[in-house]
């Protein structure tokens, strides 16, 4: 399937990906979710490889690559069996970033793009509230303009690098329309602006999630980022890269747990066989086998009409929910066939249970998504 989307540029991308993943990652991943968070001098060989500016200009230090290349990333990094790594990287480059590099302008990006894509700054995106998530315009946040300067009042919710990032786009409302907010770049340290607390999760252990507080936070009216009240679309825009982005981590998921669980019952003995000699577990693991393999076609094909530049906002819904869904499905049949030993701890498919289950609610729940395939019909 690949040779069919991919060139060998992708495919050297996927390799170099692998290798950086097996050196740097899976030998020390577990003292990060203990941690709650990856440590800084890891994204910074991450970025130092090239691997933070695939999408971006050359003249930032990015590699002006296409949307396939984007996905074949965020699915070469969910070869890792630590979530919470993976989403700690897929935020800064598939849906925090992309804002600066989008709404931008020079001085903005001459600014901040090139550490960016370096890792020598890392970004957060401040759009969830504690009563709004996938509404997004029901945020509450806002931002009056006070001479030269926006003053910023609100609170976020389940921020993702919230604790750590050096940089996060915020959302705020700028008018009384429901629609009408904005994007305002917003430096670590800024008066008034601080980690509310760190957020304790089920899973993606080892990324640092907050709850951000603004509390009249100043900040000059040259970090407006993008057009005043055009944020909400800014938003909606950047939903794409990050769905697709989302979907290639469940699919990352799938895929390493039916690896790992293949080569698990072909080894673990029940009542005098082999628990692959079973009929009925080679029948579950062929049909979770081949609903991963059909998605994965799926994704690449979003991917593929992305960079032909046609509008699939519905496709992509479709495939958010889709996968979403799909990943909970797989890993938990998967982890039914570990026995006991796959609700323990210290088990890599009892991680991946633990993490898959937010990739049905986070970037847009199954239900929202559904939705948004509905009315385009």
Not at 66 to 85: H, I, K
Not at 295 to 302: E, G, L, N, P, Q
């Amino acid at each position: 399937m690949d040779s069919i989307y991919t060139s060998p540029e992708h495919e050297l991308l996927r390799d170099q990906v692998a290798k950086f993943i097996a050196r740097e990652v899976e030998p020390h991943a577990a003292a990060w979710e203990e941690a709650g968070c990856v440590p800084r001098d890891v994204l910074r060989r991450m970025g130092q490889a090239g691997l933070f500016g695939l999408m971006y200009d050359e003249q930032y230090g990015g590699a002006e690559a296409d949307a396939m290349a984007n996905l074949v990333f965020a699915e070469a990094l969910s070869q890792s069996t630590f979530a919470g790594f993976i989403i700690t990287v897929l935020v800064h480059t598939d849906m925090a970033s992309p804002h600066l590099h989008h709404a931008g302008s020079a001085a903005q990006k001459d600014k901040y793009l090139r550490k960016v894509i370096a890792g020598e700054l890392i970004t957060a995106v401040g759009i969830t509230e504690p009563g709004a998530g996938s509404d997004v315009a029901g945020i509450r946040t806002t931002a009056r303009k006070d001479g030269d300067h926006w003053v910023l009042n609100g609170t976020k919710m389940f921020i993702t690098n919230g604790v750590h990032a050096n940089l996060y786009f915020i959302a705020a409302k700028t008018g009384a329309g429901k629609r009408d907010m904005s994007m305002f770049i917003v430096e670590k340290g800024t008066p008034g602006f601080s980690v509310g607390r760190a957020l304790k999760k089920s899973g993606w252990l080892s990324s640092d999630t907050a709850e951000l507080i603004l509390d009249n936070v100043r900040v000059p009216a040259a970090n407006l980022l993008g057009e005043e009240g055009k944020g909400f679309y800014s938003v909606m825009k950047n939903f794409q890269t990050e769905r697709i982005a989302l979907a290639a981590m469940a699919v990352g998921h799938c895929q390493q747990a039916l690896k790992m669980t293949l080569d698990y019952v072909r080894q673990r003995q029940a009542f005098g066989k082999t628990l692959w000699d079973q009929q009925a577990i080679r029948h579950r693991l062929s049909m979770a086998d081949a609903k991963t393999r059909a998605a994965r076609s799926f994704m690449y094909h979003c991917a593929w009409r992305v960079t032909q530049g046609h509008d699939i906002v519905q496709e992509v819904s479709m495939l958010k929910a889709l996968t979403g869904e799909l990943v909970n499905e797989v890993v938990q049949t998967c982890q039914q066939f570990h026995g006991g030993m796959g609700y323990m701890r210290e088990s890599a498919i009892e991680r991946l249970w633990r993490d898959a289950r937010v990739l049905a609610i986070g970037g847009g729940a199954t239900e929202v998504m559904l939705e948004e395939v509905a009315k385009r019909y």
